[in-house]
């Protein structure tokens, strides 16, 4: 580290406006997002389409976390960046136990719902993922970003499945089936970030 930083890091930004900007963008889908999910979660009964809804939560959160220390040195990044990825790990949890309750209670989720929002959440997140895609290759604190966008792209696919799996079978399973999914994919993602930002600290 050079003797202009101190041992939080370089003070300078570390991205321009552009990412900035996509980050605020990003933050405003997500909380639009969470609110229709989140409705529609509670309303159909669907338990992937709440794990989305939280998932949208939680990625309108980084996003808010990843603004306030865009300007930081890479220490605080990488520092942000494990937090969002424990964060990532704890959505993953979340969703197993909930999945797990929804199997003990026997609800079945209405599929024409999930199809619909699965839908409208699909093209907000492929909006985000396409405006993000240019900075995937950045820091843990970047790349955490990217990796929400990615999850929830897949997961919004998985959801439209589901309903379609619901809606064919009459059966509760394809729907806690892709919460499980989504579950994984959640700790997955919260693994690699927080690998990466261990080894930024190290380094840093």
């Known amino acids: 580290m050079s003797s202009k930083c101190c041992d939080s890091g370089c003070a300078t930004p570390a991205v321009g406006p552009a990412f900035r900007k996509a980050l605020w963008v990003a933050l ?3 909380l639009a997002m969470f609110g229709v999910e989140i409705v529609s979660g509670l309303r159909s009964g669907s338990v ?39 964060t990532m790990m704890a959505f993953g949890l979340f969703v197993l136990a909930r999945a797990g309750w929804s199997l003990h209670a026997g609800v079945l989720p ?28 950045g820091d843990s604190n970047m790349r955490s970003v990217w990796l929400c966008s990615r999850n929830d792209a897949l997961g919004n696919i998985a959801v439209m499945a589901a309903a379609a799996g619901v809606f064919g079978t009459g ?13 994984g994919l959640a700790l ?8 990466q930002a ?3 600290l190290r380094t840093a």
Do not use: C, H
């Open 198 to 200: 261990r080894q930024e």
């Open 171 to 183: 059966s509760a399973w394809p729907d806690l089936g892709v919460a499980l999914v989504m579950a």
């Open 48 to 86: 992937s389409l709440l794990a989305d809804a939280i998932d949208f939560a939680g990625d309108a959160a980084n996003y808010g976390i990843s603004l306030v220390v865009l300007s930081m040195g890479l220490v605080w990044r990488a520092r942000a960046a494990l937090l969002k990825g424990v």
């Open 188 to 195: 997955s993602a919260g693994y690699s970030v927080i690998r």
């Open 110 to 137: 209405e599929p024409l719902t999930m199809g619909v929002i699965g839908a409208l959440a699909l093209l907000a997140n492929v909006a985000v993922a396409l405006m993000l895609y240019a900075f995937r290759e």
């Open 28 to 30: 405003v889908i997500n």
